[in-house]
């Protein structure tokens, strides 16, 4: 696959894999939406169930803010699948330009965040490197 076609494919999933490292180096995993603008990526902590908006993958990141994000496509052809994960260092996106422009990319992809935008902070992953299969 090359970077064009990765790009692509990371660009237009719904739906990603977000792994952090704890306090304690034990890798914590949540599935995650995203959108990207050039070489960040953007989540938000949103609306849906939670116990806190204090969420685990937030702690994670102040003490460790090397993540990875993964996509992928699984079929029973086998000749039809693969992934796409980039590696990066994540931050909030405490500056409200940043915040404003990465909440309009995420309604623009995810309908449900035009009626309810997301009332969490906003993840920005800057990426470091983008790895692919096949």
């Not at 914590?28 to 908006?53: M, N, Q």
């Not at 994540?90 to 990319?105: F, K, N, P, Q, S």
Request: proline share 6%.
């Amino acid at each position: 696959m090359d970077a064009g076609t990765a790009r692509r494919r990371l660009s237009s999933a719904r739906v990603g894999h977000l792994a952090t490292v704890t306090a304690t180096n034990r890798a914590h995993l949540v599935p995650c939406c995203f959108a990207i603008e050039g070489e960040t990526i953007y989540s938000a902590i949103d609306a849906k169930p939670k116990s806190t908006l204090a969420l685990r993958r937030l702690q994670n990141i102040r003490s460790n803010p090397a993540v990875s994000l993964l996509v992928d496509h699984y079929d029973e052809n086998w000749d039809s699948l693969w992934w796409v994960r980039v590696d990066g260092i994540a931050r909030t996106a405490d500056d409200a330009v940043e915040r404003g422009r990465a909440m309009g990319l995420l309604a623009a992809k995810y309908e449900q965040y035009v009626a309810m935008p997301p009332p969490g902070p906003v993840l920005a992953i800057d990426i470091g490197c983008w790895r692919m299969w096949p």
